[in-house]
């Protein structure tokens, strides 16, 4: 059992105001701060929701035989980088969720159902209720992450950098290098560092090779 639940922590919810009473439904609005570090939401070093930035929370809590159904919606600023020009880009985010939080007897009697004991792992489907409360975090991460494109880009047509000298290729659509026979690369860079007439002869040799494969 995770340590006990906080009633001050802007994520977590109280709903004793539903009563344990089927067809009961309490709407919630909500702004927290979105977390940083470690625990940002989002896809770390790809595109997240910056932390201590504001998340708008709408939710619906309705009472049902075993526990709690929350249905919600997140909106927030999400912040990151395109995967082919590296360009800062920004999306205003809504992520839709819907999460059941089961009374602890419902949960025992899931469990007794399925033939599994109470401390066991197997069915992770079942989030249960702590003293009347729940604790939306980790259903909310999981949305936003399910929200947010796995490879952002800054446009879809985006053209992305240049392989030769990273240039971003949106800045200058006529980009080029031309290109170099990849047999004489190496000479050509050796002959910057030979004498004169050394490097005459060398150019000569190169000629008579392209006359040779002329013919």
């Not at 790809?46 to 809590?61: C, N, W």
């Not at 936003?144 to 392989?163: I, W, Y």
Request: aromatic share 4%; proline share 7%.
């Amino acid at each position: 059992m995770n340590a006990r639940l906080d009633h001050r922590n802007p994520l977590v919810f109280d709903t004793h105001e539903l009563g344990r009473r089927p067809g009961a439904m309490q709407k919630l609005s909500r702004t927290v701060q979105a977390p940083g570090g470690d625990n940002v939401f989002g896809i770390a070093d790809v595109i997240a929701i910056p932390g201590d930035s504001p998340v708008e929370i709408d939710l619906r809590l309705e009472s049902v035989m075993d526990g709690v159904l929350v249905t919600g919606t997140a909106r927030a600023h999400a912040e990151g980088e395109c995967v082919r020009c590296l360009e800062p880009l920004e999306r205003e985010l809504t992520a839709d969720f819907q999460e059941m939080f089961s009374y602890p007897e419902a949960e025992e009697r899931h469990r007794r159902m399925a033939g599994t004991d109470a401390d066991s792992d197997e069915d992770e489907s079942i989030t249960p209720l702590e003293d009347g409360m729940f604790d939306l975090e980790p259903v909310l991460r999981d949305a936003v992450v399910l929200s947010l494109p796995m490879q952002p880009v800054c446009r879809e047509d985006c053209p992305g950098l240049c392989t030769v000298c990273g240039a971003r290729l949106a800045d200058d659509p006529e980009h080029h290098h031309d290109a170099v026979d990849a047999r004489w690369a190496a000479l050509q860079g050796l002959a910057g560092t030979m004498p004169a007439g050394e490097k005459d002869e060398l150019d000569g040799a190169e000629t008579g090779v392209d006359e040779k494969q002329e013919k």
